[in-house]
Nanobody
Framework: QVRLVESGGGLVQAGGSLRLSCAAS????????MGWFRQAPGKEREFVAA????????YYADSVKGRFTISRVNAENTVYLQMNSLKPEDTAVYYC???????????????????WGQGTQVTVSS
């Protein structure tokens, strides 16, 4: 059974930083692209960042480019999202997701990911 567990969320002031982690189990982690999505209250889930299975390629939403960095350590079955210069509009529940075998590293549609974590809340105060 595939399981993804996010951690690292919390309350931070605007301009601050947080690092999210997602620990994966139940499948060969290094075979799949990974992604981060977020969902704010009253809004649809949106793509944040993705990374290829071998860590060679990353892809970001325009809204976070230059502020967020996705990375992974395959030996630890973990993917990270470093978030800097946080803004109040970054407030959301953040989800990590594991791609399908055919998912490309620039996949930004939720249907291209088949396993999801439970989410971690990130709140940025102004």
């Amino acid at each position: 059974q595939v399981r993804l567990v996010e951690s690292g969320g919390g309350l931070v002031q605007a301009g601050g930083s947080l690092r999210l982690s997602c620990a994966a189990s139940g499948r060969t982690f290094s075979n799949y692209a990974m992604g981060w999505f977020r969902q704010a209250p009253g809004k649809e889930r949106e793509f944040v960042a993705a990374i290829s299975s071998d860590d060679s390629t990353t892809y970001y939403a325009d809204s976070v480019k230059g502020r967020f960095t996705i990375s992974r350590v395959n030996a630890e079955n973990t993917v990270y999202l470093q978030m800097n210069s946080l803004k109040p509009e970054d407030t959301a529940v953040y989800y990590c997701a594991s791609g399908r075998p055919e998912t490309l590293p620039d996949s930004d549609y939720a249907y291209e990911y088949d396993y999801w974590g439970q989410g971690t809340q990130v709140t940025v105060s102004s």
